[in-house]
């Protein structure tokens, strides 16, 4: 495991949550710099297993050596096929450390961080095309303005949307150090914690991170055995919606009840945690990305 690439975040919660079993099947949906996935394969025997994903090629530098684990280098939204093309039917635990590692953040040239100059990229998995560039350069003024309220609750993000769409006729919008030039004008508050605002709703956007994590959840329980956990740790309120709205009721949004319509969902999690399960003071005194973790498990019912 390399310290540097990314810290762990709510490791024992997260090992206690899925309660492991020596000889159990486990999934690591995020593997990045594989801390969680270590710690897994301690708790797990000689027969375990562990079936790591991640779309980053990057991430599969930090495999470790261990027969046990073996590495899936695509998106998580696809769990159910991947987990049939290796033979498996059902596991005894999932989890997801949603969101990007330290190292995709700290890697100029990926186009995350506010902080450094590279391409406006963005994507975890370099094979697809989709990048931050073609987002700002080619959505709609109002697909842009829909993407930054919601996904970044940018307060200005009608004036943002028509800036963009204007400056990008004259300027190109190629580089982190271009587009945040021709946003000057319409930048409120601090500027830090605005363009913050504004690359999380692009990254959110570029990859699909709300579809992926509900195409996660819905798979999720036909592939855990009866009594099989799922533990997600989400970093932001979009994401910590959807576990919570899922893992209580089996639907993404709250369900309005028709007094004659009998069509309940069928349930079949049940959360483990009532409240989400936060990190402690030490844990972000020490890593400071924790302190908007929150963790959430369920168990198939
Ligand atoms: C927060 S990091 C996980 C860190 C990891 N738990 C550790 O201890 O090092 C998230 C990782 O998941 C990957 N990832 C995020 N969303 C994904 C998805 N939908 N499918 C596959 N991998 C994804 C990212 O590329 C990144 O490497």
């Known amino acids: 495991m390399d310290p540097v ?3 762990p975040v709510l490791l024992h919660e997260v090992l206690d949550g899925l309660a492991i079993k020596p000889d159990g099947v486990y999934v ?9 996935s270590k710690a897994i394969l301690e708790k797990l025997g000689a027969s375990g297993k562990l079936l790591a994903f991640d779309q980053d090629a990057d991430a599969k530098r930090n495999l470790p050596n261990d027969e046990r684990i073996v590495f899936v280098p695509h998106n998580f939204r696809h769990l159910q096929r991947f987990l049939r093309l290796n033979g498996v039917q059902s596991v005894d635990g999932i989890m997801a450390d949603l969101g990007v590692s330290s190292h995709q953040f700290d890697e100029a040239d990926r186009g995350f961080s506010t902080r450094f100059e590279g391409d406006m990229d963005m994507r975890m998995d370099q094979r697809q095309e989709l990048t931050a560039f073609n987002v700002v350069n080619n959505y709609s003024e109002q697909q842009l303005h829909k993407m930054f309220e919601q996904y970044g609750e940018v ?8 800036t963009i769409v204007s400056a990008r006729k004259s300027v190109s919008l190629k580089t982190i150090s271009h ?3 021709a946003l000057q004008s319409v930048v409120k508050g601090n500027p830090h914690k605005y363009f913050a605002q504004v690359f999380q709703a692009l990254r ?14 819905e798979q999720s329980p036909s592939v855990l055995k009866k009594g099989g956990r ?27 009840s028709h007094p004659f319509e009998n069509n309940p969902v069928q349930h079949q999690l049940i959360p483990v945690t009532k ?9 972000c005194k020490m890593n400071p990305r924790a302190g908007s973790a929150k963790l959430r498990v369920a168990e198939k019912l």
């Open 5 to 7: 690439y990314h810290i």
């Open 28 to 36: 690591d949906c995020t593997f990045g710099g594989g801390g969680h």
């Open 155 to 162: 307060t200005n993000s009608k004036t943002l949307a028509k």
């Open 179 to 181: 587009f945040k030039m």
């Open 204 to 217: 959110i956007e570029v990859n699909d991170e709300l579809g992926a994590l509900k195409e996660l959840l």
């Open 230 to 256: 799922l533990a997600i740790i989400s970093f932001h309120s979009l994401e910590d919606r959807l576990v919570k709205n899922y893992f209580k009721r089996g639907a993404f949004e709250e369900i309005e």
């Open 275 to 283: 409240k989400p399960v936060l990190p402690g003071k030490e844990e």
